[in-house]
């Protein structure tokens, strides 16, 4: 488990727990963490719904956490976003922000009574209190956009923070000025709630930001340091990961990962490749069978002879395509800064051109430099700049709500682009977990068995006989219980041999199709087999998205039998199988190339590139940490048709913005020309630019009162705790 | 006007130690979790130990 060092041997790890929604459950949360033995504490924390634990080793074990929260009846993911260092960059805006209102406040009420008619004596010694009040706003809450501003200039390019710095500046200047010589108008409240509003729209904005972890970082992960290699005299190396050579023979113990591709030299393997491929029924392994990467030895120690240096793994491939894919993201260009990439030049002019018609037609200096100054003031994107983040919050706690967390603002954006939806078959159509078919089929004597020799083992299909076979009835207790990995389960009951699992092994006859049997003494009492469930909901999705002339695109690496099943009782058209990672990078290129806007659905490892290539992704939080680390939209609990909510929403937010847009412009038009003409007084300053600012604000608002059913949030939290 | 030269900086003075107050609540952040400060009210359990410890450690961790 990922977690942080705190010293003293003292460890802190983070879990997501996407079903805590009350008092009761952060009580019985904190509590069940605590009894662990080596958990130090436990706090949880509602809003984000995680848990922050730390823990020591208990003699050598680091405490099941995941294991006492499954105990009580919640599901535990690890969250998608970093955990390690708190966001500086927030906290700084924060603390800037905190120190702009301040001023700005106090500033505004010295203003308040100026503009309601001091006498002169009064209004001066205002004026300089307000000087004094608005420093820390200027040099310390402003530094942020004067940075931006210079960054951008000295690589020869303009921005929104330039004319934003100019205007601030020059104000501030221009007020220090006409406070010195006794004039009537100071701009201090001007300068200092500018920064204010600024800041409320840069810390909503950087609040929707991708947090910096990208999904190369979580499969690095996957790859362990090194690996024991056997020499031929029979000795055991540890050699680390990059000395790794094809043909070298590896020792893997149980619970180790793969460290590269390779080939089973002797015996039988069981591997958990859940988190590469997202199937996840355990992988049987015979001698000269491959191996990959990043597998989870769960069985017997086995050797296994490399067959590519780890930089050549499929993981290692996998990395480089994801890393290929995310250069390719980084060309969308974000609603916000386009208007800005527009707005800004025509703010200079403006401003510019103000001043060279005052100077030409007053020849007075001050009175130019005052007007362009009330220009850039004016025209100053104060709405703009809440116009997109401010809607995008709001969306965003209104999805979050219907548990989905979006991990990038700009992700509402993209999505109002796509007309082509592509899923993943494995962990997404379907729950990923084996079901027990034809349980009619079945005598219950010959179930009872089969489940009390079943909640013995933690394998997917056992735990899928023992969740068939749950009765009131006591079942019988088998003595010398053993699990064989690879084979199966075997237990004694009086004098008989009951074997659970391969027919070859559980059988003395060897002529059975099916994949696993229940046997006594040899003889078959039951025969077992094992289907996917289609996730709730996948049904509506699909003929939803249909009904709104989407294209249903079904994209899979499994076998072509198993995903005409999945894709004919969905009605999916379009379906390609046995496809690899790259394929399916390759199915979505082509796609996007033909002119579609692509969402992708997907969950395991393998699904990551064309998570990272699709203009949009979402995963469920049952996914792999590299699915949901690649994904924009991560959704709890196990009903897809939120997705249909997402779109829903995000048209409507989409209307939001465009009507924020065209009140920020509308109150530009009107105010452009008072100000142009230099009829522009403080007062006029402050409240234009507080009313439109508010009115976008309350105008995003809208989002959020929009009708809560709650009802779907309600269903995954049930969901997830059953 | 005499009312004024001690109400003024004394309005400032206060508004300086609200904007402190804010500060130093962020800092021990207890902004970090809203939803949960309004449902640990109804906890029966002891839970200010813990944050104690936790603002301590934090402090120390800033030199604060």
Redesign the interface.
């Known amino acids: 488990m990922t977690s942080k060092d705190l010293g003293n041997g003292l460890r802190q790890s983070v879990l997501s727990i996407p079903a805590m929604h009350?008092?009761?459950c952060?009580?019985a949360i904190?509590?069940a963490l605590t009894a662990v033995p080596g958990v130090e504490?436990a706090?949880?924390?509602?809003?984000?719904r995680r848990v922050t634990i730390d823990w020591k080793r208990d003699r050598q074990v680091a405490p099941d956490l995941l294991g006492a929260i499954t105990a009580i009846g919640y599901e535990a993911n690890l969250p998608t976003a970093e955990i390690d260092g708190e966001d500086e960059i927030l906290?700084g805006l924060?603390?800037a922000l905190?120190?702009a209102g301040?001023c700005s406040?106090?500033v505004m009420?010295?203003s308040v009574s100026v503009w309601s008619g001091a006498d002169a004596a009064?209004r001066q010694t205002?004026h300089a209190?307000s000087a004094l009040?608005a420093l820390p706003a200027i040099f310390y809450a402003g530094a942020g956009f004067y940075r931006s501003a210079w960054q951008a200039l000295s690589h020869g390019r303009t921005n929104m923070d330039v004319p934003i710095s100019i205007g601030i500046l020059l104000t501030f200047t221009l007020s220090l000025y006409d406070t010195v010589t006794n004039a009537p108008h100071a701009y201090f409240e001007a300068a200092t709630s500018l920064i204010f509003v600024l800041l409320i729209g840069r810390v909503l904005d950087h609040a929707m930001r991708r947090k910096a972890r990208s999904a190369v970082a979580a499969l690095t992960r996957l790859i362990p340091r090194g690996a024991n290699v056997l020499q031929n005299d029979g000795r055991l190396d540890f050699v680390e990961l990059g000395d790794i050579k094809a043909r070298m023979r590896l020792r893997i113990a149980s619970g180790e990962r793969v460290p590269t591709d390779g080939v089973l030299e002797n015996g039988r393997a069981e591997l958990d490749a859940a988190l590469i491929t997202g199937e996840s029924l355990w992988r049987s392994v015979r001698a000269g069978e491959a191996v990959q990467a990043g597998e989870l030895n769960l069985g017997n120690p086995f050797v296994l002879r490399a067959t590519n240096a780890p930089a050549d793994s499929t993981v290692a491939e996998m990395t480089r395509m994801i890393e290929a894919a995310e250069d390719g993201r980084s060309r969308y260009r974000r609603l916000a800064d386009r208007a800005a990439g527009l707005y800004a030049p025509v703010v200079h002019s403006l401003a510019v051109l103000a001043f060279i018609i005052w100077f030409i037609a007053s020849g007075n200096l001050h009175t130019a430099l005052t007007i362009a100054v009330a220009v850039l003031i004016i025209t100053c994107p104060c709405a703009l700049g809440l116009a997109v983040p401010m809607v995008q919050v709001t969306l965003a706690r209104h999805l979050f709500e219907r548990g989905v967390m979006a991990t990038d603002g700009s992700a509402f954006e993209r999505l109002r682009e796509i007309d082509t939806v592509v899923f993943d078959k494995t962990g997404t159509l379907t729950t990923g977990a084996p079901r027990l078919l034809g349980i009619d089929g079945i005598t219950p004597e010959a179930l009872k068995l089969a489940t009390a020799l079943a909640r013995t083992s933690i394998h997917p299909m056992a735990r899928a006989i023992a969740e068939a076979g749950v009765s009131a009835e006591k079942p019988p207790t088998f003595t010398d219980v053993r699990e064989t990995a690879g084979m199966g389960l075997e237990g004694r009951l009086g004098g008989d041999l009951y074997r659970l699992g391969r027919p070859e092994w559980a059988l003395t006859t060897q002529d059975e199709a099916v994949m696993t049997v229940l046997s006594k003494n040899g003889e078959a009492l039951a025969r077992f087999s094992f289907g996917e469930d289609i996730r709730p909901g996948a049904r509506d999705l699909v003929a939803t998205l249909k009904a709104r002339h989407f294209e249903v695109v079904l994209l899979s690496g499994d076998s072509l039998e198993a995903v005409e099943v999945v894709a004919n009782a969905l009605g999916i058209t379009d379906r390609r199988a046995r496809l690899l990672p790259t394929e399916k990078v390759r199915a979505i290129k082509n796609l996007q190339a033909a002119g579609h806007g692509v969402l992708m659905i997907g969950d395991g490892i393998n699904d990551a590139p064309a998570l990272r290539a699709a203009d949009a992704s979402m995963a469920p939080t049952s996914a792999s940490d590299v699915g949901r680390s690649a994904a924009d939209f991560v959704f709890l609990g196990n009903d897809l048709r939120v997705v249909t909510d997402v779109f829903d929403s995000v048209e409507k937010a989409a209307g939001l913005i465009r009507q924020n847009f065209v009140l920020a412009a509308l109150y530009n038009l009107i105010s452009l020309p008072i100000a142009f003409s230099g009829y522009v007084t403080p007062l006029i300053a402050a409240l234009a630019m507080s009313s439109s600012s508010l009115i976008v604000v309350a105008n995003a608002l809208r989002l959020a009162r929009a009708p809560r059913s709650g009802e779907n949030m309600a269903k995954s939290v049930l969901e997830a705790r059953t | 006007?005499t009312a004024?030269s001690v109400l003024?900086p004394l309005?400032?003075v206060m508004?300086?130690a609200?904007?402190l107050a804010?500060?130093w609540s962020?800092r021990t952040r207890q902004y970090?979790?809203?939803?949960?400060a309004a449902?640990?009210?109804?906890?029966?359990?002891d839970e200010d130990d813990?944050i104690d410890?936790?603002r301590r450690r934090h402090m120390s961790r800033n030199g604060g």
């Open positions: 009350c008092g009761a952060i009580g904190e509590a504490r706090r949880a924390n509602l809003s984000l906290a924060v603390r905190a120190v301040f406040m106090n009420l010295l009064t205002f209190i009040l | 006007m004024i003024v309005s400032i508004g300086i609200g904007l804010f500060l962020l970090e979790d809203l939803d949960g449902a640990r009210i109804l906890l029966d359990s813990a410890r936790d």
